[in-house]
């Protein structure tokens, strides 16, 4: 899946590093007649079946979210999004035994009036770009980073932790998630970089910055993609960017 429009300063892609295998990842954007933009992606969990059907949930249970309640409580929205998406794959794990295992992560970035609020579930991603410099905007819910004190950067290509460096600590497909929230003033200029942990293992920050400042939104969320997978990345691959 890839998609952008240039008019509206976003670009979204998404595709498989090994396309043998099933896209889990999903990705979409909305914006509303005001101008307010809601960046979605998520990351279906690749070692069950049903990854794709649950990223694709989350994303646009999360717009349909947006769509009905507007950009006035941003907050609350994105609370809602993630509890009514997790709810609904739950609800899916339940009808459909064969979706019984089922989850994913999902990263939210909405930027409206001038503020950008981030909402996470999971592993993926979200970043700031501004000038010259970067802001990571998101942790890691990895049990190795919340439950034994791992640096998210890097832990998974650690062989100490070889046969757990990927489970997540939170997720979309079971208890109610509690997902972190970050806020801040948006600049012009600034660009939000949201992506799936096929990318994030497999490119350098260093490399990701300078395609994201040199191209389009979306040129640079096709480029950044096509690289990951150019650098052997066997996993899912999507990013999703927006300039202010």
């Known amino acids: ?7 509206k300063g976003f670009g979204l892609c998404a595709k498989q590093g090994n396309s043998s295998k099933v896209l889990m990842d999903y990705c979409d954007a909305y914006t509303s007649p005001e101008g307010s933009l809601l960046l979605a992606l998520s990351d279906g969990m690749g070692g069950y079946g049903g990854g794709e059907v649950a990223s694709a949930i989350a994303v646009q249970t999360t717009i349909e979210v947006f769509q009905r309640s507007g950009f006035s409580n941003v907050r609350q929205a994105l609370a809602e999004a993630i509890q009514l998406a997790n709810q609904r794959i739950v609800e899916k794990q339940r009808t459909d035994p064969g979706l019984a295992q089922m989850g994913a992560t999902i990263v939210l970035a909405v930027a409206s009036e001038g503020e950008l609020t981030i909402a996470h579930v999971g592993d993926s991603r979200a970043v700031l770009f501004r000038g010259e410099y970067l802001l990571r905007l998101t942790t890691d819910h990895l049990v190795i980073v919340e439950r034994e004190g791992a640096l998210d950067n890097g832990a998974k290509s650690n062989p100490i932790f070889k046969g757990k460096s990927n489970v997540l600590s939170r997720y979309l497909g079971g208890p ?8 801040m003033k948006l600049e012009t200029g ?13 490119l350098l920050e260093s490399r990701i910055s300078r395609i994201v400042r040199d191209e389009v ?6 480029s950044i993609v096509d690289e990951a997978i150019r650098n052997r990345s066997h996993d899912h691959c999507s990013a999703a960017i927006g300039k202010i």
């Not at 899946?1 to 008019?7: A, F």
């Not at 109610?176 to 806020?183: A, L, Q, R, S, V």
């Not at 600034?190 to 497999?202: H, N, R, V």
């Open 176 to 183: 109610p998630p509690i997902p972190d929230f970050y806020e």
């Open 217 to 222: 939104p979306e040129v640079a969320a096709v």
């Open 1 to 7: 899946m890839s998609s952008g429009n240039k008019s």
């Open 190 to 202: 600034d660009i939000i970089f949201l992506a799936s942990d096929g990318i994030t293992e497999y």
